[in-house]
């Protein structure tokens, strides 16, 4: 009779644990501009979610659209452009009801060189003693056509598009900049409030009504739809402590707006 119990009792056992959830995955394409936040924000949410496997991939808003339209097996995508994650829907490609602001981006002129002068702001591009200007590459990523924008709004296009070095990406311009490769770059307000790089260099704020406003959305995608983790990662996003860090980094809702500095 023991053994039967025991026998009975190991079965349930084998059982419940058969039918237990696996580790959730979830994957996560995000714009580059988040790179430098991004281990701080999943960090948070690592914290109360440990079951999940959150595996987050960095590049051009713009590149993540045709890779997502394309069948790239992410289930949640943090865009740098709004209009990328409502296109997704439209399309019938992601959940409109995950749609989530999570903020509003803005740029900055920025420099490692304490021999430029910023002072003028985008006027100062125009100078002899700029050499090489970096931006994002405005076919592809969102902070490079606020970029471009600017620039034209400014009157300064012409002038400086012949010294425009382009990066495949945000993250890839303010590498650009940091390293001294370019004189000067526009980049994400977000890398210059970053802690690993905040101090190094001078940056001057380009005023907001000089380019486009840089809504910031998330989405969860058709791959993600019927992941649990996908939606607890929304809800995340829409929590006071997600807000807590997109501040820090400079990633403000409209009502906000950056500090001059």
Same mark, same amino acid.
């Given at each position: 009779m023991n053994k039967l119990v025991l026998l009975l009792l190991g079965a349930l056992l084998s059982a419940a644990a058969n039918a237990a959830p696996a580790t959730g995955a979830l994957t996560i394409a995000a714009a580059s501009d988040l790179s430098l936040c991004l281990d701080e924000l999943d960090g948070k949410f690592r914290q109360t979610h440990l079951d999940v496997d959150l595996k987050a991939s960095t590049g051009s808003s713009g590149n993540f659209l045709a890779q997502i339209r394309?069948? *790239?097996p992410f289930d949640v995508f943090l865009s740098a452009d709004m209009s990328y994650p409502k296109e997704l829907v439209r399309a019938g490609l992601a959940d409109e009801s995950?749609?989530?602001?999570?903020a509003t981006g803005y740029i900055v002129l920025w420099t490692t060189n304490p021999a430029v002068d910023l002072s003028k702001g985008l006027a100062a591009l125009s100078?002899?003693?700029?050499k090489k200007i970096a931006i994002a590459n405005p076919d592809v990523?969102?902070?490079?056509? *606020?970029?471009?924008?600017?620039l034209q709004t400014a009157g300064v296009w012409d002038a400086v598009k012949s010294k425009l070095v382009l990066g495949e990406n945000i993250a890839q311009t303010a590498q650009f900049v940091q390293s001294g490769n370019v004189d000067a770059?526009?980049?994400a307000l977000s890398f210059v409030k970053a802690p690993t790089i905040a101090g190094s260099g001078h940056y001057f704020p380009i005023p907001a009504n000089l380019y486009p406003t840089l809504e910031q959305g998330a989405v969860i995608t058709a791959k993600g739809k019927d992941n649990p983790a996908a939606k607890q990662y929304i809800e995340f996003l829409r929590s006071a402590e997600a807000r807590a860090v997109f501040d820090k980094y400079g990633f403000l809702l409209p009502v906000a707006a950056p500090a001059t500095h």
């Open positions: 394309n069948g *790239a995950s749609l989530t602001l999570y100078g002899d003693s700029i990523a969102p902070y490079g056509r *606020a970029a471009k924008a600017a770059g526009i980049v």
